[in-house]
């Protein structure tokens, strides 16, 4: 039957003619999805967010900012449910209180990677975890490149955010390539490795994007504007960022110095900032919004 439990589980199978939009154009090696959770997270707009399991602390910064501000205005967040920007991206939809879907590469009843189980729970809660594959099946290196695969076919749009040259981000970009998906690309500076891949994707015609906006605008998805203004908690690490800035730009070195924080916590929270419109960056650094 459709929507049916799997014995002895709170296992659910959807069935092709239950399939989101984004499916029905697809042709899959499984008839069915196998998924634990909420049916309804699979009836909004549905947008991934990949990148590598080896982040940097601003490419996960932004994983969930971005994650953060989609989910807030009604997008349910797909990615792989990965350490890294995976699990940034499903933090964040969590965070903005909305819905997220990982996508596994193994079977739904053992969810992986371990580490990853409390995350799974709470994605569960709003969201949902789901594989193509039957119960036992063990991740390999083939369930993970049709993970991929499915984490295209099944959102709208990619949105790549940290990956370097060997990275199964890049399969997934693709794959929504040749579906004909939007691909977009969060930039970082030239000189990190870690982003090689995405410059490629930028190069070879992906959307450089640098706020959730630019994505919900182009995709025709209610946009930031009017959410409620950002506002920093007086005893957080932002506040004493905050503190030694002012309208005239100053580097980030500048505010490590200052703030005596150390220099990925200061990256991450201009990040977060910058995203929120609290901040604003230029060719001198970082200023705040007047």
């Not at 697809?26 to 909004?44: D, W």
């Not at 940097?56 to 932004?62: E, V």
């Not at 749009?157 to 939007?182: C, M, N, Q, W």
């Amino acid at each position: 039957a459709l929507d049916s439990f799997v014995p002895g589980d709170q296992i659910r199978v959807l069935e092709r003619a239950q399939f989101p939009s984004t499916l029905q154009e697809v042709e899959l090696p499984s008839p069915a999805l196998f998924y634990e959770g909420e049916r309804s997270a699979f009836n909004s707009p549905l947008v991934a967010i990949v990148g590598t399991r080896s982040a940097t602390t601003y490419g996960k910064a932004c994983a969930f900012k971005f994650a953060e501000a989609f989910a807030s205005s009604g997008v349910t967040v797909v990615s792989g449910g990965a350490m890294g920007i995976d699990a940034a991206a499903h933090r964040g939809a969590i965070s903005g209180g909305g819905k997220t879907i990982s996508i596994l590469g193994c079977g739904v009843e053992k969810p992986q990677p371990s580490v990853n189980w409390d995350l799974f729970q709470e994605i569960k809660k709003s969201g949902a975890i789901v594989s193509q594959f039957a119960i036992g099946t063990r991740v390999a290196s083939r369930t993970l490149l049709a993970r991929n695969t499915l984490i295209a076919s099944i959102s709208t749009a990619t949105i790549v955010i940290e990956a370097p040259t060997k990275s199964g981000a890049l399969h997934t970009a693709v794959d929504a390539v040749e579906l004909g998906r939007e691909v977009f690309v969060v930039p970082a500076n030239i000189d990190q490795t870690s982003f090689r891949g995405s410059f490629g994707l930028i190069r070879d015609g992906a959307t450089m994007v640098t706020h959730p906006d630019d994505v919900l605008n182009h995709l025709g998805l209610k946009g930031l504007a009017q959410q409620q203004t950002h506002k920093v908690s007086p005893d957080s690490l932002a506040a004493q960022i905050i503190a030694v800035m002012s309208a005239q730009a100053t580097s980030a070195q500048s505010i490590v110095d200052q703030t005596g924080l150390d220099a990925p916590l200061v990256l991450s929270e201009l990040t977060m900032l910058e995203l929120d419109g609290v901040i604003i960056r230029d060719a001198g650094g970082y200023a705040l919004k007047l």
